[in-house]
Antibody
Framework: EVQLVESGGGLVKPGGSLRLSCAAS????????MNWVRQAPGKGLEWVST????????YYADSVKGRFTISRDNAKNSLYLQMNSLRAEDTAVYYC???????????WGQGTLVTVSS | QSALTQPASVSGSPGQSITISCTGT?????????VSWYQQHPGKAPKLIIY???NRPSGVPDRFSGSRSGNTASLTISGLQAEDEADYYC???????????FGTGTRVTVL
């Protein structure tokens, strides 16, 4: 069974940093492009970042470019999102999601809440 | 890259059909077959219900169908059921500097 389990969310002050993790199981993690998608409270989905299977290609939304860094460790079946210089508008539930083709996410984690507040 | 445009809400009675539109440009919805739709119930993660414009993943009822005309994609739910009450999001690959974009989302209410 495919499982994606996010962790690392919490309360952080503006300007602070946080590292999210996503533990994958039930599939060959190293074969898939992985993604982070977020959803602010009461708002819609926002694509955040994508990393291809061997980390050859990485993409970011303009809203996080220069502040967030996506990475993966295929040996540990894990996806990461390092978030620096956090702002109030980064407050959201962060989901990791597996992509089977472009913009097609067939499995999602349960999400982890990040709250940026003083 | 701006979000794709969806109506904020659509409603229908049980058994009826409803259609949700997703309007983009020739640089996204109209230019690529990578249009997907997701269903999200409150407090839950999104679920893929349509991919590549009109394909259904296994396990998704055939009441859900997708199509496209020009720069607008559509999701049709036929034979509306109570459990279809949820938020629906379209998404597309784009040729802009940020290659992926979601729609604004549509709340479906079953009357």
């Amino acid at each position: 069974e495919v499982q994606l389990v996010e962790s690392g969310g919490g309360l952080v002050k503006p300007g602070g940093s946080l590292r999210l993790s996503c533990a994958a199981s039930g599939f060959t993690f190293s074969s898939y492009t992985m993604n982070w998608v977020r959803q602010a409270p009461g708002k819609g989905l926002e694509w955040v970042s994508t990393i291809t299977s061997s980390s050859s290609y990485i993409y970011y939304a303009d809203s996080v470019k220069g502040r967030f860094t996506i990475s993966r460790d295929n040996a540990k079946n894990s996806l990461y999102l390092q978030m620096n210089s956090l702002r109030a508008e980064d407050t959201a539930v962060y989901y990791c999601a597996r992509a089977i083709i472009e913009m097609t996410y067939d499995y999602w984690g349960q999400g982890t809440l990040v709250t940026v507040s003083s | 890259q701006s979000a794709l445009t969806q109506p904020a809400s659509v409603s229908g009675s049980p058994g009826q059909s409803i259609t949700i539109s997703c309007t983009g440009t020739s640089s996204d919805v109209g230019g690529y077959n990578y249009v997907s739709w997701y269903q999200q119930h409150p407090g839950k993660a999104p679920k893929l219900i349509i991919y590549e414009v009109s394909n259904r993943p296994s396990g998704v009822p055939d009441r859900f169908s997708g199509s496209r005309s020009g720069n607008t994609a559509s999701l049709t739910i036929s034979g509306l059921q109570a459990e279809d009450e949820a938020d629906y999001y379209c998404s597309s690959y784009t040729s802009s500097s940020t290659p992926y974009v979601f729609g604004t989302g549509t709340r479906v209410t079953v009357l």
